[in-house]
């Protein structure tokens, strides 16, 4: 009989490095006749790396409880392979690419389980299963993690067509929003009545950037695997000024597509994928724009649907941006970065 991993952590999707991660083995060896234990302690090796040959970052042991199991929580190791999002990450599409991967924020790991005799380290079970944990926070009560619910939109296909069952939220946490059906000026026709909408209030000097989980869900089109563009609709007042796509390439700084419509998977480093998106970052923001609205945006699926090869609609909670300003202030700023 071999160990197992009987509490397992959440699988992919993905979970948050910061909070708990308990895993649970069980199966050390015993004799069959006394039920003693014939090892002293479980092994469990945590394997880093977004390939099958990653690299041992922790080795663990413990020695079994009262019920013959070992409960780790590997929290801390997890949280020494993930970093803060590097300095520069505001200024992406202002100086540099136009969106950034997860390669910093992100690790991709799996495990190897056994137990020690004597000193001496056996390993009888490799699980195949990869796991993906962020660089951000949960709460002590969510195990397993929510990902799903919360996150990753749900794709499905309409006559060939890509159509967004169901939305989700960015990583990039707001509280306040309002509806489609409050908004009175210019928007997108396919920004519906219900749709939530986040607004930030901004001058032409403010830089600002939204993380999102790049991956779908659900029974989409075959190359609607990831955000394939994000879409900047601009406005003045009610009319509509420009659509612009900043399409999410490797070559842009995002990925996991080298061009537009590839329906690549999404892997390490492109998980999730931050896009600059105010009007400092956006640097093809219209000089007469009052507003203009964030959307991602998949591959539209057959020949003829969406437009410009793009699904209408956004994957993820639309974000408005609402010029107040038209002043450019050159401004130079000290940032602390607190843990």
């Known amino acids: 009989m071999a160990t197992t991993i009987s509490q397992p952590i959440t699988a992919l999707p993905f979970d948050q490095a910061y909070g708990p991660n308990p895993i649970t083995l069980s199966g050390i060896p015993f004799d069959p006749v006394t039920g003693a234990l ?127 069952l169901k939305q989700q939220q960015p990583f990039t946490a707001m509280k306040a929003f309002r509806l489609g059906a409050d908004i009175t000026d210019g928007k997108p026709a396919w920004l519906t009545d219900i749709m939530p909408v986040y607004d930030h209030y901004v001058t032409l000097s403010d830089m600002t950037t939204i993380s999102y989980y790049n991956a779908v869900t659900g029974t989409g089109p075959a190359l609607a695997k990831s955000i394939d563009a994000f879409v900047f609709w601009q406005y003045s007042g009610n009319t509509e000024i420009g659509v612009n796509q900043v399409y999410n390439t490797t070559g842009n700084g995002g990925g996991p597509n080298t061009a537009p419509a590839q329906g690549l998977d999404p892997d390490y480093p492109t998980w999730a994928i931050t896009c600059g998106t105010g009007p400092r970052n956006f640097q093809d923001l219209d000089p007469l724009a009052t507003h203009y609205y964030v959307a991602t945006a998949p591959q539209a699926g057959a020949v003829g649907c969406g437009t410009a090869g793009l699904a209408d609609g956004s994957m993820h909670y639309v974000h408005r941006f609402n010029i107040i300003s038209k002043k450019v202030v050159m401004i130079s700023l000290h940032i602390n970065s607190h843990g």
């Not at 300095?87 to 137990?115: L, P, R």
């Not at 951000?136 to 990753?152: A, H, L, Q």
Request: hydrophobic share 30%; with cysteine.
């Open 38 to 164: 014939t090892a002293d302690k479980y092994v469990l090796q945590i394997w880093v790396g977004g390939t099958a040959s990653g690299t041992l970052a922790a080795d663990l042991r413990q020695t079994p409880n009262s019920q013959g199991v070992a409960i780790f929580d590997i929290q801390n190791t997890l949280q020494n392979h993930v970093s803060p999002s590097p300095n520069n990450v505001e200024e992406v599409g202002y100086i540099g690419n136009d969106i950034m991967n997860s390669a910093n924020e992100s690790v991709v790991y799996q495990f190897k389980t056994g137990y020690e005799s004597n000193g001496q380290v056996t390993i009888d079970n490799e699980p195949a299963q990869w796991y993906l944990d962020f660089g951000g926070t949960k709460k002590y009560f969510e195990v397993p993690y929510p990902s799903t619910p919360n996150f990753i939109p749900t794709l499905t296909t309409t006559s060939g067509c890509t159509t967004i």
